[in-house]
């Protein structure tokens, strides 16, 4: 099995900063109303490309800005979306989404991002994997999880452990 990222979106390549940046809407005949999205931090961008230079991982979306691409059927405008951003590598898909509500236009999950990852990794028999987030619900897979922070995003440091960890 290849190597996999379970990627994260903020808190990992949308941090502080670049949350302060205009985003800007997404428009598709597929989507009843457009998608609002945050320009990317181009470092931390710069950073996850490191990660798949060196380890030609898959990319696994784990992050809650899949929900509403998936409930509208049109997943690959958020990776035309991250691909537009300066992304590297192939994403093949995402986690599973798992008794989530939208009410009122916040998300309110029944199940932690951490069960999501572990009914993918069981679907798929992934063993040699990495998550990057900043859900503290992910330390279930420490060593495995890189636990980023929101202000400063996927560092230089915390690629060269992902890298570590994927070449084990």
């Known amino acids: 099995m290849n190597n996999v990222i379970f ?3 903020d808190g990992c390549i949308n941090t502080y ?3 302060k940046l205009p985003g800007k809407y997404i428009e598709s ?4 109303s457009p ?8 470092k931390c961008i710069e950073n996850f490309n490191k990660i798949i230079f060196h380890t030609n991982a898959n990319i696994v979306i784990s992050s809650t800005w899949r929900i509403e691409f998936v409930e509208n059927g049109c997943f690959n405008l958020l990776i035309d979306y991250l691909h537009s951003q300066g992304l590297k590598g192939k994403i093949v898909s995402y986690t599973p989404i798992m008794d989530n509500k939208i009410a ?9 991002r951490a069960e999501e990852i572990k009914q993918y990794i069981q679907d798929h028999q992934t063993e040699n994997y990495v998550v990057i987030d900043d859900d ?32 084990i």
Request: aromatic fraction near 14%; include cysteine; charge should be negative.
């Open 35 to 42: 998608i609002y999205v945050n320009e990317l931090d181009k």
């Open 7 to 9: 990627l994260d979106i």
């Open 29 to 32: 005949v597929f989507l009843n």
């Open 17 to 19: 900063q670049s949350n």
């Open 136 to 167: 503290t619900t992910c330390i279930d897979y420490s060593p495995n999880w890189i636990q980023t922070y929101f202000e400063d995003g996927l560092t230089e440091e915390l690629a060269n452990k992902a890298i570590e960890i994927l070449k």
């Open 104 to 112: 009122n236009s916040f998300l309110f999950q029944t199940k932690t």
